[in-house]
């Protein structure tokens, strides 16, 4: 607990929050300097990396390799795979470390992540390099991962500020406060599809808040959370707060959801493991003296809605980019797009006119492809089998093979006359397959949006006002869009987050994240009289 004074001198000295800009590739500096990055870092692939427990390096006996899914025989680095011992040990690391962490001064730990978001910026262009490479990202996407995680470093360092101002409660005869404090020890485990955003995200709120954890990185995309892990020792986070921990879920994930030290989880992912992880978390084991807290952030199935009083060529644009953008490996992707009847023949023209132009494949190294691999064979295998099942449920009008050639390259895929309870409009692919599906009018599709066990994003393009009014109350999910797409949250805009099997509607990078990785206490003081 510390004085608001010097709390309040510290958000004035660092000013609001703004949104960290993004590149604009059409300058030829901007060009130049990411192609230097790209050579840098190609020159640098193939290392060994430890895991980090306790500010200690450690080699563990079995190594996990990661891949450039665009060459899949180019080894990006070779990891150690951590097993239960080694879960075990970075648990209790980051137990010792939050005796001493969590009375860190809040204006210590925030400094600590804008020296984060500082380095950060410094090394943009070669964060971002390392996303094409070990991701399969394209230039923007990768760029625009490397300005989400800078964001969240940024806000939440002021949002923990905000939250540390005292209280203070005026009752006849006492003084009353509510104080923030830390919950423990956390368990932090991302998915490979923003792996910097998404795991500086999570993990960056946890710390901030005084805790300490172990951050677990998606099997797919250990690289850059080990660039991560740098820069935070950078940064000054002292040994022992963030442990990282490479290996496989079901192994090192599942030991530290386990572990009786653990006090919270925080996870996104598919909704199975994200479910497995919530019944695990439930059950108490020996030793363990609370009710372990979870928050969960899962699939979706994006729906974009287009009535027959929207501009169709913006509508038509808008629905290629929310289904294809990083090849359709987005939560908030739009993999459904609902049509209403009078206008439906109308815009499955122009999206199928505006396809070639907008959905380049090729690697994504390259500038000019638009369209990466997808991130594994596993990945690329699942995204095959659904069109195979689109095939036989709708009418393939776009794409359908996988190029004849290295990587885990697939079509974009566009399969038209779909039902609303057909396999491809109800489950998640998370792939570049788009379901198109025709409505009776807008409230219709407004009813089949809403027919799925998820509800992260939405999208509705329509300029009728009254019609917008009833979606906003009825179209149910977290993070909902008019006249846009359905992807592209940004940090203290759009806080994401969704409803259902989507998740526990977290709102990351809104003003509400930070309870989750806190607990208040009250303190009431009866004064003298
Ligand atoms: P997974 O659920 O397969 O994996 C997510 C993380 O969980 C990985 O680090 C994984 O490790 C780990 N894990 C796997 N099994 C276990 C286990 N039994 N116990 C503990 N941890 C485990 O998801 P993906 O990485 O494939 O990511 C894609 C999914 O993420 C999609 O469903 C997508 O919708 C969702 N997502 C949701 C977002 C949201 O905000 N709602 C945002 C982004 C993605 P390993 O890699 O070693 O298996």
Redesign the pocket.
């Known amino acids: 607990m510390q004085d608001s004074q010097e709390v309040r001198a510290m958000l004035d000295r660092i000013g609001e929050f703004r949104n960290e800009s993004l590149t604009d590739f059409s300058l030829s500096k901007n060009e130049i300097a990411f192609e230097l990055a790209l050579g840098q870092v190609i020159s640098d692939i193939g290392r060994k990396h430890p895991l980090l427990i306790g500010g200690e390096e450690v080699y563990t006996g079995q190594t996990l390799k990661s891949t450039n899914p665009a060459r899949p025989r180019e080894v990006i680095g070779v990891f150690s795979r951590a097993g239960a011992v080694e879960a075990g040990s970075a648990i209790e690391a980051a137990g010792e470390a939050f005796e001493s962490w969590s009375r860190t001064p809040t204006t210590e730990r925030a400094a600590i992540l804008l020296r984060a978001a500082e380095l950060m910026r410094a090394r943009r262009h070669e964060l971002s390099a390392w996303m094409v490479y070990e991701v399969g990202k394209n230039w923007v996407e990768a760029d625009a991962d490397t300005v989400e995680a800078i964001d969240f470093l940024e806000y939440y360092a002021r949002q923990m500020l905000e939250l540390e101002l005292v209280q203070v409660i005026q009752a006849p005869g006492e003084r009353d406060t509510l104080h923030y404090i830390p919950l423990g020890v956390g368990a932090v485990?991302?998915?490979?599809?923003?792996p910097l955003a998404?795991l500086v995200g999570m993990s960056s709120a946890a710390i901030v808040a005084g805790n300490t954890i172990v951050l677990?990185?998606?099997?797919?995309a250990p690289k850059i959370a080990w660039e991560y892990a740098r820069i935070l020792g950078e940064a000054g986070l002292p040994p022992g707060v963030c442990n990282l921990l490479t290996?496989?879920?079901?192994v090192a994930?599942?030991t530290l959801?386990d572990h009786p030290r653990t006090r919270f989880i925080a996870?996104?992912?598919?909704?199975?493991?994200?479910l497995?992880?919530h019944t695990r978390a439930a059950r108490p084991r020996p030793g363990q003296n609370w009710i372990k807290r979870t928050i969960l952030?899962?699939?979706?199935k994006g729906a974009v809605i287009v009535d027959e009083t929207a501009d169709l060529d913006a509508a038509a644009t808008g629905i290629l980019v929310s289904a294809f953008g990083y090849q359709g490996q987005?939560?908030s992707a739009g993999s459904r797009a609902i049509l209403v009847d009078e206008i439906y023949d109308t815009l499955l023209e122009k999206i199928l006119e505006q396809a070639p132009e907008m959905l380049t494949i090729g690697d994504p190294a390259r500038r000019e492809h638009t369209l990466g691999p997808v991130v594994s064979q596993r990945q690329y295998e699942t995204v095959l089998d659904y069109i195979e099942v689109g095939k036989r449920e709708g009418q393939l009008l776009y794409g359908g093979k996988a190029p004849d050639r290295d990587g885990y390259y697939i079509e974009p895929t566009i399969f038209g006359g779909v039902s609303p309870d057909a396999r491809i409009a109800q489950e998640?692919i998370?792939g570049p397959v788009l379901a198109v599906i025709k409505a009776r009018d807008w409230q219709h599709a407004i009813e089949i949006a809403n027919s799925t066990e998820f509800g992260?994003t939405g999208a509705y393009y329509s300029t009728d006002p009254e019609r917008l009014a009833y979606a906003r109350r009825e179209f149910h999910v977290g993070n909902l869009y008019f006249n846009r797409k359905c992807t592209g949250a940004l940090v203290g805009i759009h806080p994401?987050?969704?409803f259902n099997m989507?998740?526990t509607d977290s709102k990351?990078g809104g003003p509400d994240y930070l309870l989750l990785f806190t607990q208040a206490k009250s303190i009431a003081e009866k004064l003298p009289e």
Do not use: Q, Y
């Open positions: 485990i991302p998915p490979w599809n923003f998404i677990k990185p998606a099997s797919d290996g496989p879920g079901g994930g599942e959801v996870f996104t992912g598919s909704k199975e493991v994200g497995r992880i952030e899962m699939g979706g987005k939560c998640e998370f992260l994401f987050g969704g989507s998740g990351a």
